[in-house]
């Protein structure tokens, strides 16, 4: 494996006078953060404030969180670097820090903003200090079996979740020498993680279109199946995915590859459809007072709401 290294970058304004087409999101909007009312996203064309660019990516983007009032984007380049960096919407700087040699898939920031989480196409789940990225502070808080595809922090900061191909989802407690509370009944990868405010419960949305409650004591509560099947669906199909997971005051909300924003009941009911506007893909979730954002192919997209 690579050295850690970290590297501060500051971009360059283009000269006066350059003209320059306006800029649009390429390819899959892989992160939404609603901080302070604005909306920012990223995909592969950079990193925008509602629909201006603030910024190119300085690798490719796989994933983006809010560290208020900072941003945390994880990427690399496949089978050659996995790297995150924090960036300042203020300055346009960024502090780059290389975790490994193949992509990093997903990260998350503790609710103190002190710690961040990277979750690794090489099975590690890997803490570091926020917003310095100082490589000496990297440790390995888990490792799974696959390719890791989600992690997230609990509100109250005393668990990190991870997600993997495997099909577990791993609860480590923030505690030194803790070990995990394995959940295993996922039949099919796990893609995303969402936990209650409270803490309690945590959501994880896998690959065969289920989508699972747990209590942070590793009891399974519930098992939503068949997420993001349009109404013609045979069974015959490959299963939807459920790519993104969100959970915001009482909403629980999702994304899946069949292009479904769903809605998810804390108690009874089942799945409902909230917006389909074609099938591509919902590739992450953010939620304002009002409404939802997602991030589709080249694409951002709002929704109201449903009212109660």
Not at 200 to 211: M, P, Q, T, Y
Request: aromatic share 6%.
């Amino acid at each position: 494996m690579s050295p850690l290294c970290v590297v501060a970058l500051t971009l360059l304004l283009a000269p006066l006078g350059q003209a320059e087409e306006t800029p649009a999101h390429l390819g899959p909007v892989i992160g939404v953060a609603v901080v302070g009312g604005q909306v920012y996203s990223v995909s592969q064309a950079g990193i925008f404030r509602e629909g201006a660019r603030l910024a190119k990516p300085p690798f490719r983007m796989m994933s983006m969180v809010a560290g208020e009032p900072l941003l945390l984007l994880g990427g690399g380049q496949p089978a050659v670097s996995g790297d995150v960096a924090m960036f300042n919407p203020d300055t346009n700087a960024f502090t780059r820090l290389r975790l490994g040699d193949d992509l990093v898939y997903s990260v998350a920031v503790s609710p103190d903003g002190k710690t961040a989480a990277a979750a690794m196409a090489d099975g590690r789940v890997l803490t570091f200090d926020f917003p310095s990225l100082e490589p000496s502070s990297v440790i390995e808080a888990n490792r799974h079996e696959a390719i890791v595809r989600a992690v997230a922090f609990s509100p109250d900061g005393q668990w990190l979740a991870s997600a993997g191909l495997d099909s577990l989802v791993l609860l480590t407690p923030r505690k030194p020498n803790a070990k995990p509370v394995v959940l295993t009944d996922h039949s099919a990868g796990v893609e995303s993680l969402a936990f209650t405010l409270d803490s309690a419960r945590l959501a994880s949305g896998s690959r065969d279109g289920r989508v699972r409650l747990h209590s942070t004591e590793g009891r399974l509560l519930r098992t939503f199946q068949g997420v993001g099947e349009p109404p013609d669906a045979t069974g015959f199909g490959e299963a939807p995915r459920v790519l993104c997971l969100d959970w915001s005051g009482a909403d629980l909300i999702g994304g899946t590859s069949t292009g479904y924003i769903f809605g998810l009941p804390t108690n009874q009911g089942d799945w409902q459809p909230l917006h389909r506007e074609k099938a591509s893909p919902v590739y992450s979730l953010g939620q304002a007072p009002s409404q939802i954002v997602a991030g589709k192919t080249c694409q951002l997209l709002k929704v109201a709401k449903p009212v109660e």
